[in-house]
């Protein structure tokens, strides 16, 4: 089954679907008291009254697991303190669309489901009570767990009602509880895990240990499509703790990149993490470096340069805008190049897997375990029925965790051994041999009239479409010609990187935006009011994904407000302002910086965000990601990025692919806008604004044009 | 194994009689024998401070320090760090903040912390910055971080 048909199944069907799945359709024979209920697949509740929130989303640390519960304690009114919460297994069956995580739909997604599903179950439970009591259910209520008598003081816990709610059938209708009565839904709760982290008892799917665990590191082809020739390992055995080596046999990348890829490999299996590592470099292997042997980013960026001279075709044309181009010879051309990335997770990619011949057991922190034990029933031919994927808890995923390569090589080595396997990647196997956010060019060019007045605008890039993720929110025509590719497949396979690829397009359309403004002696923030208050609503509802049209009022009121909020225009002596705004599927954000030049360097003082992701579930991590957001985008675009030379990957580890630190991080500030709308994503909506904001704060300190990123050395 | 890589260690007050190669990153001994998993592994050079424990007292890079160098230090992980409550006082101001996002980093970012608050009652912006740039964070807890040790600075007082 297509992932999208399921979701639309279940999405028509709402919670009532999920729910009479598990409402037994005979009710004559009341179950045993001592059995716990799932009265959907959200939720577990014991006799001893102990309530399990079953969460089908990944914990990243983007907070998702507390949102979705601070949700089930509000709608099935129980103390969000004694509610514990379980990641489910991966389960297309069960859960659809709504497990594997990514594009900042984790909350937005569930918000209805989860909420129809838990009034279910709060209702059924009144029924059960009133059934008990003999009284309608009309003249029952429930609160923190119990069901209570109006008329009297006559109660009874969820728990008690168990045996009798599991043979009643769901009410055919059930009334969501207001946003006023919300308990927790709108404040900020620290959740149970952030106890547990600062202990340092959070469970990481590195810290799996098992019964005759085999520990296993492998040395992957440096460069990408490159074989395996041969390997002397004559050394790496000798290496007290070696118990096997062994070729890894490579997996093609699939229509879907997210699935595939293993690289060519030769793992070495040992007693501890550590001998398999060390033992590692001991290995003597034999590339066969193949087409890409010769080939540099320098190259790629050529390439795609080259095809901009080609004829262009159309892709989608708004208002136009083809023929406006066409009609004035009066033109402006900006090209931006945005540079390799990778994810660089703070958990180095691991997973441990057992396959037991007609079994296998996958641990994982991933962002796909219902894509991944799909991926592995295609790779090994066992059924679905037959894996079992659980889901970890992941130091970071920011879209790398949503390709299964890394649970493919488990589950490969432990197909050969039939023992558990633990997998774990050095920090320069992440760096070196992974996936990579690609390397972008991205160009825009616009008309002129007579008067010079902008006709139109046209983007030709590494962009394929404009879509909801790559949103294009403004008045002026637009024309998206046909995508940029690389010449004989990509240089480097692709990952997702938080934000994807919003972060190439939103750096050359706002850098481009502010180029237009200075054309016409505008003010950059001037600017854009004027683009967008023209500008109409636009339809993006064509992927199942997208939640909502695009609303430029709603980009103009965010892009008002930090106007206000970053003092626009009055920062004071020395401080200079960029600004950018993007939506981010139905998410909306604006962002100032503030810097200097000090000795001819950049410095930033200030990052000021207003952000509208309708209803705030949770401000504290809200917040957080926004925050997280900013320094991930500075990092991008300060730092050193990915580059490449003869097919290998430069970089290595945190020394030279070096992350924004604690001292480079300026003050953020940021404002999250009241919204009843429905929440709609926080995780990615503030990264692509963030290089834009700093290159147009950068020209206005500098009047220097930076098209380049990473911004080489900072000095001007 | 032969007898001659019979050690033994000292950490969170405790004696562990281990048997490993001696060359072996105490990192490695914590997290893979001793199974004490709060101690995290992320760079394996000393470049990201994930693997932080004190060591008689000092912040070190776990994942750098061979386990037959040690031998007579006390070593202290998150595990230990709280001596006689549930959670020490920066433990207490991670918390009270809201610090961690995925947490990964957390364990090392709490033990440089700790260092600094033992060393230091009053730390200034410039004394964080030196006490904390060594430890990464890839989800971009950095301004938290900051107010949760000015806020531990504060309740020691």
């Known amino acids: 089954m297509k992932r999208r048909d399921f979701f639309k199944t279940t999405s028509l069907a709402g919670g009532g679907l999920l729910i009479s799945t598990f409402i037994p359709l005979s009710c004559n024979v009341p179950a045993e008291q001592s059995v716990s209920w799932e009265p959907n697949f959200f939720l577990r509740i014991d006799t001893n009254n102990k309530i399990t929130f079953i969460c089908s989303r990944t914990e990243l640390g983007q907070g998702t697991s507390t949102g979705l519960a601070m949700i089930v304690a509000d709608e099935l009114l129980i103390d969000l303190e004694n509610l514990s919460i379980e990641f489910a297994d991966g389960a297309l069956e069960k859960y659809g669309d709504f497990q594997d995580t990514g594009g900042s739909n984790g909350i937005r997604l569930l918000w209805n489901p989860l909420r129809e599903a838990m009034a279910v179950t709060r209702e059924i439970f009144i029924m059960a009570a009133a059934q008990i009591w003999d009284m309608e259910p009309k003249d029952c209520y429930s609160e923190q767990g119990l069901v209570y008598d109006k008329s009297n ?193 703070m958990e180095p990619l691991n997973a441990t897997a057992y396959h037991r011949g007609n079994i296998i057991e996958i641990w994982a922190g991933s962002q796909g375990p219902a894509m991944f034990r799909e991926r592995i029933h295609e790779l090994t031919g066992l059924p679905e029925a037959a894996i079992i994927s659980h889901n970890l808890p992941s130091g970071g995923g920011f879209g790398r965790r949503f390709h299964s390569d890394y649970v493919e090589e488990a589950v490969l080595i432990s197909q050969k051994i039939r023992l558990p396997v633990k997998v774990t990647w050095s920090r320069e196997d992440t760096i070196t041999t992974s996936k990579y956010h690609p390397f972008c060019v991205d160009s825009w060019e616009a008309s002129f009239d007579k008067n010079n007045k902008i006709m139109a605008i046209g983007y030709q890039g590494t962009v394929s479409n404009t879509n909801g993720y790559r949103p294009y929110p403004y008045s002026l025509p637009m024309v998206h010609f046909n995508r940029l590719t690389e010449n004989s497949g990509r240089l480097l396979p692709r990952s997702s990187w938080r934000s994807v690829f919003a972060h190439p397009w939103i750096l050359s359309l706002e850098c481009f935006i502010d180029e237009l403004a200075a054309t016409q002696k505008m003010d950059a923030l001037s600017f854009r009011f004027e683009l967008l208050k023209e500008a109409k609503v636009i339809e993006q509802l064509m992927e199942v994904w997208v939640g909502d049209n695009l609303y430029p009022k709603k980009l103009l009121r965010t892009l008002e407000s930090v106007q206000k909020k970053s003092n626009w225009g009055n920062s004071g002596d020395g401080i200079f302002q960029g600004v950018a705004c993007a939506s981010y599927n139905t998410s909306y954000c604006s962002l100032v910086f503030d810097i200097s030049l000090v000795d001819d360097m950049i410095k930033i003082h200030k990052a000021t965000a207003v952000v509208d992701c309708g209803l705030i579930i949770n401000p504290s991590k809200v917040k957080a990601q926004i925050e997280g957001s900013i320094i991930w985008g500075l990092t991008a675009a300060l730092k050193s990025g990915i580059t490449v030379k003869k097919g290998r990957v430069v970089q290595s580890n945190f020394h030279d692919y070096n992350l924004l630190r604690i001292d480079e991080t300026p003050t953020i500030q940021v404002c999250l806008l009241e919204s009843s709308d429905a929440p709609s994503g926080a995780g990615e909506v503030a990264v692509p604004v963030v290089a834009p904001a700093l290159l147009n704060a950068i020209y206005a300190a500098t009047g220097k044009r930076i098209r380049k990123l990473p911004v080489q050395n900072h000095a001007f | 194994m032969d007898n001659d890589n019979s050690m033994t260690l000292m950490v969170n007050g405790q004696h562990y009689n281990i048997e490993c190669n001696k060359k072996m990153p105490l990192l490695w001994v914590l997290r893979d024998i001793l199974e004490l998993n709060g101690t995290k592994y992320s760079c394996g050079i000393g470049a990201c401070g994930a693997c932080t424990v004190h060591l008689d007292g000092q912040p070190v890079r776990s994942c750098s320090i061979n386990v037959d160098s040690i031998l007579d230090k006390e070593i202290t992980t998150i595990e230990g760090l709280s001596k006689n409550a549930e959670l020490d006082v920066v433990q207490q101001a991670w918390l009270k903040e809201d610090v961690p996002q995925c947490g990964y980093c957390q364990s090392g970012q709490i033990m440089s912390a700790a260092w600094l608050l033992k060393t230091n009652k009053d730390p200034s912006d410039k004394d964080i910055d030196e006490a904390m740039s060594g430890n990464l964070c890839r989800c971009g807890t950095y301004l938290r971080i900051r107010k949760a040790i000015e806020n531990a600075a504060s309740s020691m007082q």
């Open chain 1, 153 to 345: 003081d006559r109660k009874a816990t969820y728990a008690s009602l168990i045996y009798l709610a599991k043979t009643l059938p769901a009410p055919f209708e059930v009334k969501l509880r207001n946003a006023s009565e919300y308990k927790y839904i709108g404040k900020p709760v620290i959740g149970k895990r952030i106890k547990t982290i600062v202990q340092g008892k959070y469970p990481y799917g590195i810290d799996v240990k098992l019964p005759n665990l085999v520990y296993a590191a492998i040395e992957r082809c440096p460069v990408w499509e490159g074989k395996l020739v041969s390997f002397n390992d004559k050394k790496a055995r000798e290496f007290p703790g070696v118990i096997d080596v062994m070729e890894v046999p490579s997996t093609e990348i699939q229509t879907s990149d997210f699935k595939g890829g293993v690289r060519p490999g030769v793992a070495i299996l040992a007693n501890n993490t550590w001998v398999a590592l060390e033992a590692k470099k001991l290995l003597n292997v034999n590339w066969d470096l193949g087409p890409f042997a010769e080939k540099s980013d320098s190259d790629v960026e050529k390439e795609l340069k080259e095809q901009l001279k080609k004829p262009k075709t159309i892709h989608s044309d708004f208002n136009n805008a083809s023929e406006l181009l066409k009609a004035s010879n009066k033109k402006i051309v900006a090209t931006y190049v945005s540079s390799y990335q990778a994810n660089a997770c």
